[in-house]
């Protein structure tokens, strides 16, 4: 009796998570579809499919899906997931349910690096827009690093790094400031709208860097995901046990920095995803971070692209910036979550 | 089993520990007694080798290295892992990404040692106190150890928990041939748990013994700065009933009769 007992709750455990983890796969899936057919032009999703897949048969269609639509699409697909993989580690790293990717200070650093790009217009050979990205990328790395080096000249507490990527971020968002003063006025309309995020800035070099760092870091952090498990028992049990909570702490806000980095430094800074998508994966998977960091990124890539397609379907014809939407949707979110504490909300 | 010689710990530049030396053989329990901040809690962690300390610390017979186990005070608990998750990561240095067989069968076993395998898949949070205390102890002894290091494990359990978790190290213990040392505030309850007590004040072992020969007047007024009665419980282990800080009035003295009480 006793056997089964114990294999069989393992055996339900198990199951509903994967069953949650395939259920999220299907609803990005759709997701993404429903994103490439809104537009000025509507698409059904059979017409988009066929697009994607090359049988449309109408050139128009196929180039509206494919060379518009899809890298932008991609692109909200790689950040959402980015920025839902990132948060659920930072808040499990911080032990804090109120951290998201950018408690640490690199989404003010990368803004910082976009606006002296867009204010300096160094003479690199490259697109202005690439030179953005590229100064973004730089400052948010050279922040991670900067909190990173913090972390293991002090005692890399959780407390530590919170403080540290406070510094960090008021620094770099004095420092904006006066370069939003000094700008001119059509620089300054342009940081703003960068600071707004966008995936407009989708292209299929993006698109491919972006993936390559997922594709180092999601099984980099898959791999320190039972050592994260053991960190949510509290700093004291999870040494006791042997997962080095230093030592993890840093290699997983490594790699949480890269993908964050480079999530910021191409959409710019669009909030909420980080911080809510890791709540919403809790509620379906629990703690066991072999299916929270894959479902947290799921959720952010649903909940992005869901915010991508209500940007252009609320006014037609035109595109709202989708940070201000993730906002939108985000804010109340919060707000329940606040709401619920006490009862498990908030852990 | 456990030896640990000479023993020196500082942390942040003040000495913790001063030249510990104690031994806990296989099927033993040792009790470590002391006062807030004589470095009880220290020493398990250095024995563990989770702090940096000088000496010499031998764990298991020559050549040999036991496995080694340390349940520690912390027992927040987190929403969203199971019993069985929380008991699984007690085996965290050998588990695969993908849980075994094995792992899930030494957690069962450690399940059934504390008698809670049908709670193995509700959530941790929802336990009461004393059957979290009980997973925790499940989780230490899912890496199979033969050395067990508790820190308080009886602290925040009522009276009944106390009692049955201690019956339970003190069994498992026997059954296993584990080497214990436990940490515990409870001179009563340390008395008829632990082989021996281990009397630690300011960084150093002032005594180590048996139970009635720890509990003596001296011993509690250097250790704790307490007044003492000591009675012979029923057990025929000593009963230590604590009076008064030392130089001063009791604030509240024990009723008149509770010492004849307590002999009746």
Not at chain 1, 85 to 98: E, F, R
């Amino acid at each position: 009796m006793s056997t089964s007992t114990v294999a069989a709750a393992w055996r339900s455990l198990t199951g509903r998570r994967l069953a949650a983890l395939a259920a999220l796969v299907a609803l990005v899936a759709a997701a993404f579809v429903i994103d490439l057919g809104t537009g000025p032009a509507r698409l059904a999703p059979g017409e988009v499919v066929a697009a994607l897949l090359g049988g449309a048969g109408d050139p128009v269609t196929e180039a509206i899906v494919r060379s518009i639509r899809l890298p932008m699409a991609i692109l909200g697909l790689l950040v959402g997931f980015a920025l839902g993989l990132s948060g659920a580690v930072v808040q499990t790293v911080l032990a804090n349910p109120l951290a998201s990717p950018y408690t640490l200070g690199l989404a003010g650093a990368a803004g910082f690096g976009a606006a002296l790009a867009i204010v300096l217009d160094p003479p690199l050979p490259m697109a202005a827009e690439a030179r953005t990205a590229l100064c973004a990328f730089l400052f948010a790395a050279l922040a991670a690093a900067l909190l990173l080096l913090l972390g293991r000249l002090r005692d890399g507490r959780p407390e530590t790094l919170v403080l540290a990527g406070l510094a960090i971020l008021f620094l770099f968002q004095a420092m904006l400031s006066l370069l939003q003063y000094l700008a001119t006025p059509e620089a300054l309309s342009q940081i703003v709208f960068w600071l707004f995020g966008s995936l407009a800035r989708a292209n299929g070099t993006k698109n491919a860097i972006l993936a390559a760092i997922l594709a180092l870091a999601l099984p980099a952090l898959m791999r320190l995901a039972w050592r994260l498990a053991a960190l949510r028992l509290g700093e004291e049990r999870a040494a006791a046990l042997g997962a080095r909570p230093r030592a993890l702490r840093l290699e997983a806000l490594a790699w949480v920095s890269a993908a964050t980095a480079s999530a910021v430094a191409f959409a710019g800074t669009i909030g909420f995803v980080g911080l809510v998508a890791p709540h919403l994966a809790r509620a379906l998977v629990g703690e066991d971070q072999r299916y929270l960091l894959p479902v947290a990124g799921l959720c952010g890539a649903l909940f992005l692209l869901t915010a991508s397609t209500a940007s252009r379907a609320i006014v037609p014809g035109s595109i709202l910036p989708i940070g201000i939407l993730t906002a939108l949707v985000g804010v109340p979110f919060l707000l329940g979550l606040v709401l619920r504490r006490g009862r498990g909300g908030l852990s | 089993m456990i030896r640990v010689e000479d023993l020196t710990v500082t942390l942040g530049g003040r000495p913790v520990l001063r030249g510990v030396t104690l031994a806990v053989e296989a099927g033993e329990i040792v009790a470590l007694l002391g006062p807030n901040g004589a470095g009880k809690s220290t020493l398990l962690r250095a024995i563990a080798g989770l702090v940096p300390a000088r000496g010499r610390i031998r764990l298991g017979p020559d050549g040999e290295h036991a496995r080694l186990a340390f349940m520690p005070q912390e027992s927040s608990a987190p929403r969203g892992l199971s019993v069985l998750e929380v008991v699984l990561l007690g085996r965290l240095e050998r588990l695969g990404f993908v849980v075994g067989a094995v792992d899930l069968e030494a957690a069962r076993r450690a399940l059934a040692a504390v008698g809670l395998e049908d709670l193995a898949a509700r959530p941790v949070a929802e336990l009461s106190g004393g059957q979290r205390q009980m997973v925790y102890l499940a989780q230490t002894l899912a890496a199979d150890p033969r050395i067990v290091l508790l820190d308080e494990p009886l602290a925040a359990l009522d009276l009944r928990h106390q009692l049955e978790v201690a019956a339970l190290v003190r069994r498992l213990v026997g059954e296993r041939g584990l080497a214990c040392l436990v940490v515990l505030h409870d001179l009563n309850v340390a008395a008829r748990m632990a082989d021996r007590l281990a009397l630690l004040h300011e960084g150093r072992i002032l005594a180590a013994g048996p139970p009635e020969a720890m509990l003596r007047p001296r011993h509690l007024a250097t250790l704790y700065g307490v007044e003492a009665a000591f009675l012979e419980g029923p057990d025929g282990a000593p009963v230590v009933l604590p009076l008064r800080p030392i130089g001063q009035a009791a604030c509240a003295g024990p009723p008149a009769g509770t010492a004849a009480a307590l002999r009746g």
